[in-house]
């Protein structure tokens, strides 16, 4: 079955920096799409970036543009996010996506709190 296993998150001051991880398993990791979600407390899930098979084609929510990075290695299964340049309106939760056979899966989700 489809497993996504978030990690990397925890409490950063403003400006700081993290790097989420999502180990992926129970399909072809190379045949999908990924995602990263976020879910900030009394707000929708909303997407932040995705990156395409081989990496080739990413998208950002306009409001991390030019402060996350989406990557993605295919041989260790795992899709990451780099995010610098935290600010307080980051703090929520993040969720690793694939949409398989028309059905979202979702990992455990992975918070991420950024305050002084």
């Known amino acids: 079955q489809v497993q996504l296993v978030e990690s990397g998150g925890g409490l950063v001051q403003p400006g700081g920096s993290l790097r989420l991880s999502c180990v992926a398993s129970?399909?072809?990791?190379?045949?999908?799409?990924m995602n990263w979600y976020r879910q900030a407390p009394g707000k929708e899930r909303e997407l932040v970036a995705g990156i395409s098979y081989f990496g080739g084609t990413r998208n950002y929510a306009d409001s991390v543009k030019g402060r996350f990075t989406i990557s993605r290695d295919n041989a260790k299964n795992t899709v990451s996010l780099q995010m610098n340049s935290l600010k307080p309106e980051d703090t929520a939760v993040y969720y690793c996506?694939?949409?398989?056979?028309?059905?979202?899966?979702w990992g455990q989700g992975t918070q991420v709190t950024v305050s002084s």
């Open positions: 996506n694939v949409v398989r056979v028309g059905l979202p899966y």
């Open positions: 129970g399909f072809t990791f190379s045949n999908y799409y």
